[in-house]
């Protein structure tokens, strides 16, 4: 691997006030001049004047002294360290001074810095100009101090065709159109980070409303559109105000807009004020949209607006802390849509979608602490992964937990309002929850953030004495690859343990705080036939080894579902978990989910298909894969002909996912009632007699392209084509992979590169082919073939890059191909990725040991089905 770039921050000689910022967009050269003027402040006596800047050609530059003396100064751009600097002939003495600033610009195609996403008006091609800038490109739009501790006020002016749309932070103040050009002028922002900054232009409709708390909020959508933008206005309107009162702060800015741009390398950002989205991320249409999608598109909502506080208003000192914002925003996600939808039982959802994923990456030896040192940006790039966000998120669920939520606000409160407008560490977030909860807030989780990975907590013993059930418990870390584990006994952590038992499984009856490798607990009143579980609720970010006779007794409470769902489908993880790391085998996975076929909750059900898939990966490996799909088809086979293919009148939310998760899963495993019914619904859609339900297209379209791709390719590359909606391009995109025909999945790979698909999307048609034997060894070859091109097209474009190398090949088994891996990449640049392919390579050696380990057994187990 590439040894780390040396790295500077900027000096603090010179810092800016207030940056003046004027922008000329040209949408059909690609370009943009500029000019800015930046009220500076002299802090030393210095000569030199280093502030960021990339991919500009500087015209002009100069300074104006205090006294109105006007300097030039010799200007040099460094494209190692993303410089301009600025050399004087004189010595400049501390006070106020004013530099100006003119450059030209590319409106460039790597959704980046000030960049140009394509979108069609009636049947005419056209571009936007949209910025992003999180986490280091605003320097790449003008030249500027791009750190997010260097914080400044901004006056920004756009000049525009007349008849354009054009976006920035705040409200606009002025307007005025002459010689065909119009130019708008904004308001003064709050004293804000660089990488916050927002510009839009382009033809967009919007809807608006204003919030109970006097925010006017708009949605901006593709011309014609509108109407789809107003679910996510109905939620941003409702969150703002259960924000206010959460945080016990107001939202600061006089308005806020959301808006769909067309080519989006992440989810969402969260400019101040000018929140920018993918458009599959926030356009919801009643016909064609999935419940699944509604529900992300109510947490990417809830997401992006709960930054404006934690993030735009208080932001992180440097990138070390990202974890501040995309953690604790990916909790308080889960927190406004729990208040807006109680129906989705989301909470619930935390543990599949964020807490799981978390721990699987963790457990890795390459895996990395919340907290990590960055410099270089390309670094920056490789943390805004499930550590920041999700081990984040499930660390701040725990402390909530552990102090209460009452305290926890209060100690927001603290924090917030005590660094509004600045910037924080971590250190800084602990103060304020130690000083309202008065517990060890600091202690507890800096074994959390300063280190990597996270414990196992092991039941040595359980005895009953009396009316009491002693445990001898163990920690230690967990590692995905045992052979790190001996090498592991370094790491201690706080833990804080909680206890269930038969008779009040929702409630903790007891909890401790473990502090040592070994402890023991004693819990009061559990008759000897009582079961006990640690972990209620799947809170602590642990995993939990027990033994057999433990185990043995919660089965029944599995099987009649007495024991919650979370606890349920976090026995099932935790046990999963330990087989992956050969602590367990994994015939006692199949058992345990065996036990559990009259389950009908859609999270359990979630974690089940979970460790199907992985199975199911593994197995696509051995000659016995078929027989797997017969276990599944069993497994599944309750809860198939429970659900049907219609929605029951009154049905749940969560209901109306499980079918689809289900049926989806039936038509994996080759189940032939689906397929049959699938072919003919599928030609009622095409045919427009009677057009599928958002809900049951993915399943749709995944088993008539498995089943007979050939016949069927051509009419979704079709219906791709015809559609104007993002979110039906991506179900497509999705669904191609399940072809079984070698000629055809090439096809699809061409198809990926093809101008009918956004750049953004191909890399998810490509993964989508890697998901079985065949297409993950055409999709790994087809990288290697096209890597230059990849390289061009994604370099520091939102991790897509790494996210391609990684999904592609992470479920792969066998050493060789490691190795293959390894020295493909010894000899290819792969700027960002550095960490995602140690991690893959690590993921590829833990399948290995575990098919070796287990692969006659599961043969065994699995050939004596019937």
Same mark, same amino acid.
């Given at each position: 691997m590439?040894?780390?770039?040396?790295?500077?921050?900027?000096?603090?000689?010179?810092?800016?006030?207030?940056?003046?910022?004027?922008?000329?967009?040209?949408?059909?050269?690609? =370009?943009?001049?500029?000019?800015?003027?930046i009220d500076i402040k002299i802090n030393e006596p210095t000569n030199k004047i280093v502030m960021n800047a990339i991919e500009l050609e500087i015209t002009e530059a100069e300074l104006t002294t205090a006294e109105g003396r006007t300097v030039t100064p010799a200007r040099s751009l460094s494209t190692e360290t993303e410089?301009?600097?600025? /050399?004087?002939?004189?010595?400049?003495?501390?006070?106020?001074?004013?530099?100006?600033?003119?450059?030209?610009?590319?409106?460039?195609?790597?959704?980046?810095?000030?960049?140009?996403s394509k979108y069609t008006l009636g049947d005419e091609e056209r571009y936007a100009a949209v910025t992003q800038f999180e986490s280091t490109d605003a320097r790449r739009c003008f030249p500027c101090w791009d750190e997010p501790a260097i914080k400044a006020t901004f006056d920004i002016t756009l000049a525009v065709q007349p008849e354009k749309t054009a976006l920035s932070n705040m409200p606009v103040e002025s307007e005025k159109v002459e010689g065909g050009e119009r130019t708008v002028t904004f308001a003064r922002t709050p004293?804000?980070?660089?990488? !916050?900054?927002?510009?839009?232009?382009?033809?967009?409709?919007?809807?608006? &409303?204003?919030?109970?708390?006097?925010?006017?909020?708009?949605?901006y959508t593709p011309v014609g559109k509108q109407e789809q933008g107003r679910f996510a206005l109905h939620v941003a309107t409702k969150v703002l105000p259960y924000y206010k009162d959460y945080f016990n702060i107001a939202y600061p800015l006089p308005k806020i807009d959301l808006i769909a741009i067309s080519d989006f390398s992440a989810g969402a950002m969260e400019n101040w004020g000018l929140v920018t989205y993918r458009e599959v991320c926030l356009l919801v249409d009643a016909e064609n949209t999935s419940t699944a999608r509604k529900q992300l598109i109510a947490l990417v909502v809830g997401h992006e607006l709960a930054h404006q506080w934690f993030g735009n208003l208080v932001t992180m000192e440097w990138w070390t802390h990202l974890w501040l914002n995309e953690g604790y925003a990916s909790f308080v996600e889960f927190l406004c849509v729990a208040h807006l939808f109680p129906e989705y039982d989301i909470w619930t959802q935390f543990v599949t979608d964020m807490y799981i994923p978390a721990l699987q990456l963790d457990c890795l030896n390459n895996s990395h602490p919340i907290e990590v040192p960055v410099g270089h940006p390309n670094e920056i790039e490789e943390i805004f992964d499930d550590i920041s966000y999700n081990k984040g998120a499930s660390v701040i669920r725990m402390l909530n937990n552990y102090i209460g939520d009452n305290d926890f606000r209060a100690g927001m409160y603290l924090y917030l309002t005590r660094h509004q407008y600045g910037n924080t560490f971590t250190e800084d977030l602990w103060a304020a929850l130690?000083?309202?909860?008065?517990?060890?807030?600091?202690?507890?989780?800096?074994?959390?953030?300063?280190?990597?990975?996270?414990?196992?907590?092991?039941?040595?013993?359980?005895?009953?004495?009396?009316?009491?059930?002693?445990? =001898?418990?163990?920690?230690?870390?967990?590692?995905? /690859?045992?052979?790190?584990?001996?090498?592991?006994?370094?790491?201690?952590?706080?833990?804080?343990?909680?206890?269930?038992?038969?008779?009040?499984? /929702?409630?903790?009856?007891?909890?401790?705080?473990?502090?040592?490798?070994?402890?023991?607990?004693?819990?009061?009143?559990?008759?000897?036939?009582? %079961?006990?579980?640690?972990?209620?609720?799947?809170?602590?970010?642990?995993?939990?080894?027990?033994?057999?006779?433990?185990?043995?007794?919660?089965?029944?409470? $599995?099987? &009649?579902?007495? !024991?919650?769902?979370?606890?349920?489908?976090?026995?099932?993880?935790? *046990?999963?978990a330990l087989v992956q790391a050969g602590q367990s085998q994994t015939v006692e996975v199949l058992k345990l989910m065996e036990?559990?076929?009259?389950?009908?909750?859609?999270?359990?059900?979630? =974690?089940?298909?979970?460790?199907?898939?992985?199975?199911?990966?593994?197995?696509?490996?051995?000659?016995?894969?078929?027989?797997?799909?017969?276990?599944?088809?069993? *497994?599944?086979?309750? $809860?198939?002909?429970?659900?049907? %293919?219609?929605?029951?009148?009154?049905?749940?939310? *969560?209901?109306?996912?499980?079918?689809?998760?289900?049926?989806?899963?039936?038509? =994996?495993?080759?189940?032939?009632?689906?397929?049959?019914?699938?072919?003919?619904?599928?030609?009622?859609?095409?045919?427009?007699?009677?057009?599928?339900?958002? &809900?049951?297209?993915?399943?749709?379209?995944?088993?008539?392209?498995?089943?007979?791709?050939?016949?069927?390719? /051509?009419?979704?590359?079709?219906l791709y084509k015809e559609s104007d909606l993002h979110e039906?391009?991506?179900? $497509?995109?999705?669904?191609?992979?399940?072809?079984?025909?070698?000629?055809?999945?090439?096809?699809?790979?061409?198809f990926a590169m093809s101008p009918d698909v956004r750049s953004q999307d191909t890399v998810f048609v490509i993964i989508s082919v890697a998901m079985t034997k065949l297409g993950r060894d055409l999709a790994w070859n087809f990288i290697k073939d096209n890597w230059a091109t990849f390289l061009k097209r994604y370099e520091g474009g939102g991790g897509l890059l790494g996210r391609l190398v990684k999904r592609t090949t992470e479920n792969f088994a066998s050493e060789q191909r490691a190795v293959e891996i390894e020295e493909f990449f010894a000899s290819h640049d792969a700027p960002g990725c550095e960490r995602s392919l140690q991690q893959t390579c690590e993921s590829i050696r833990v399948n290995t040991a575990w098919l070796a380990r287990d692969r006659e057994s599961v043969q065994d187990f699995l050939s004596k089905l019937s």
């Open positions: 590439p040894e780390k770039k040396h790295f500077e921050r900027l000096p603090k000689s010179v810092i800016p006030k207030n940056y003046e910022l004027f922008l000329r967009p040209n949408l059909t050269k690609f =370009t943009f001049e500029g000019k800015v003027k410089t301009l600097t600025l /050399d004087l002939a004189e010595t400049l003495t501390p006070g106020d001074a004013q530099l100006h600033i003119s450059f030209l610009g590319q409106l460039n195609d790597k959704m980046k810095g000030f960049y140009r004293i804000m980070s660089t990488y !916050l900054v927002a510009v839009v232009v382009g033809d967009y409709d919007y809807i608006e &409303d204003t919030s109970t708390d006097g925010v006017k909020v708009r949605v130690e000083e309202a909860s008065s517990k060890p807030v600091a202690d507890v989780m800096t074994t959390w953030t300063k280190q990597m990975g996270f414990p196992v907590i092991t039941v040595e013993k359980a005895t009953q004495e009396g009316d009491a059930r002693v445990f =001898t418990l163990s920690q230690a870390k967990f590692c995905a /690859d045992p052979r790190d584990a001996q090498k592991e006994n370094e790491s201690l952590w706080l833990v804080p343990i909680s206890f269930s038992k038969a008779g009040a499984p /929702d409630t903790a009856c007891h909890t401790v705080m473990m502090r040592e490798r070994q402890m023991t607990v004693r819990v009061e009143g559990v008759a000897p036939k009582d %079961w006990v579980k640690l972990n209620p609720g799947t809170v602590g970010y642990y995993r939990t080894r027990y033994p057999p006779a433990m185990l043995q007794q919660l089965q029944p409470a $599995i099987q &009649d579902k007495s !024991l919650p769902p979370l606890d349920r489908l976090g026995l099932l993880d935790d *046990l999963f036990a559990m076929n009259q389950e009908d909750n859609y999270t359990v059900w979630c =974690t089940i298909a979970n460790c199907l898939t992985k199975l199911q990966v593994l197995l696509s490996n051995t000659e016995f894969e078929d027989k797997f799909k017969l276990y599944g088809l069993k *497994l599944l086979g309750n $809860i198939g002909q429970k659900l049907g %293919w219609e929605p029951k009148p009154h049905e749940s939310h *969560l209901d109306t996912l499980l079918r689809s998760l289900v049926l989806n899963r039936l038509a =994996t495993y080759g189940d032939q009632a689906v397929i049959a019914e699938s072919h003919k619904r599928f030609q009622q859609h095409v045919s427009g007699e009677s057009p599928l339900p958002a &809900d049951l297209r993915s399943v749709v379209y995944r088993a008539v392209l498995s089943d007979d791709g050939e016949k069927t390719y /051509d009419t979704m590359i079709k039906e391009q991506s179900r $497509i995109s999705h669904a191609l992979g399940s072809i079984r025909d070698e000629k055809l999945l090439r096809k699809v790979l061409d």
